[in-house]
């Protein structure tokens, strides 16, 4: 299973950008998909998911300003960013996590793409 992400890049700061991430060798259907991200010096962080059943979760701390989307029929998932501050400098990660029994989850990372925010 590979999850790819694309979209990333310089922009500034209450610019937008949208990030996508495709996955192949499995069918995200059943898949909860999710965005991490991590800047230098701190710890990954969880940005947006989204279950299987499209139920979504963002971090409290975006303030409304980024909206996650799957589209099962192109293996997708989309993380549309606005009014992007130089805080949103980091490195986004695309997830893919499945519960398969009590002892099992299926857990798969993207290599990461990089976003920059600044003037």
């Known amino acids: 299973v590979q999850l790819v992400e694309s979209g990333g890049g310089l922009v500034q700061p209450g610019g937008s950008l949208r990030l996508s991430c495709v996955a192949t060798g499995t069918m995200i259907s059943p898949y909860e998909m999710g965005w991490y991200r991590q800047a230098p010096g701190k710890q990954r962080e969880l940005v947006a998911k989204?279950?299987?059943?499209?139920?979504?979760n963002y971090a409290t701390t975006l303030k409304g300003r980024f909206t996650i989307s799957r589209d099962n029929t192109k293996n997708t998932v989309d993380l549309q960013m606005n009014s992007l501050e130089p805080e949103d400098t980091a490195v986004y990660y695309c997830?893919?996590?499945?519960?398969?029994?009590?002892?099992?989850?299926?857990?798969?990372w993207g290599q990461g793409t990089q976003v920059t925010v600044s003037s």
């Open positions: 989204i279950t299987a059943e499209g139920r979504t």
């Open positions: 997830n893919a996590f499945r519960v398969v029994n009590i002892f099992h989850n299926n857990v798969y």
